[in-house]
């Protein structure tokens, strides 16, 4: 089935100039880019969009760390493209990261883990939304 996931390139990702890195993992694996823009969250943005975590003892440092500099948001299309992005980026721990995902080789540490991407139908449609409108996303 085709379907839309949102990624992002997170600051520390941004800061060591793994951009086209994370985006040309994601094309190799035949996913079409269909939105994409740079932004600095701020903290409430960040806040807004890990909301699902706002219990959670990690949310604070999460939320600074979000937006602590520039990120990459894009919208990924393709078949399977919320488990394909999943799997491209590895375990959300790098410790426990495949070999050649992009956490496993690029992260360092469960925090600072470069990348982001949804993590079902649901959430996809809620982050895109979050961050794109429809004149945003385009048809290729
Ligand atoms: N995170 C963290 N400590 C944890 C778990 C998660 O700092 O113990 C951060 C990490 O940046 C992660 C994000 O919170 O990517 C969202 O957590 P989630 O469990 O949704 O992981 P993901 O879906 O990004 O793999
Ligand atoms: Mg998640």
Redesign the pocket.
Same mark, same amino acid.
Request: net charge positive.
């Given at each position: 089935m085709t379907e839309r996931t949102l990624s992002i390139v997170?600051p520390d990702g941004v800061r060591k100039n793994l951009i086209g890195e994370v985006i040309k993992r994601f094309e190799e694996a035949g996913l079409k880019v269909v939105a994409l823009k740079m932004t600095h969250l701020t903290k409430q943005q960040a806040q807004g969009f890990?909301h699902?975590?706002r219990e !959670?003892?990690? +949310?604070d &440092?999460?939320t600074s +760390?979000?937006s602590s500099g520039p990120v990459v948001l894009m919208v990924l299309e393709g078949e399977e493209a919320i488990k394909k992005v999943?799997e491209i980026?590895g375990?959300? *721990?790098p410790a426990d990261a495949e070999p050649g995902t992009i !956490?496993k080789l690029f992260a360092d &540490?469960?925090?600072? *883990?470069i990348?982001?991407? &949804?993590?079902s139908a649901e959430s996809a449609r809620f982050e895109i939304g979050y961050f794109f409108n429809a004149l945003e996303v385009f048809e290729r």
């Open positions: 997170k890990y699902v975590h !959670r003892p990690f +949310f &440092s999460l +760390f979000m999943r980026m375990a959300t *721990n !956490r &540490s469960i925090e600072e *883990n990348v982001h991407g &949804s993590d």
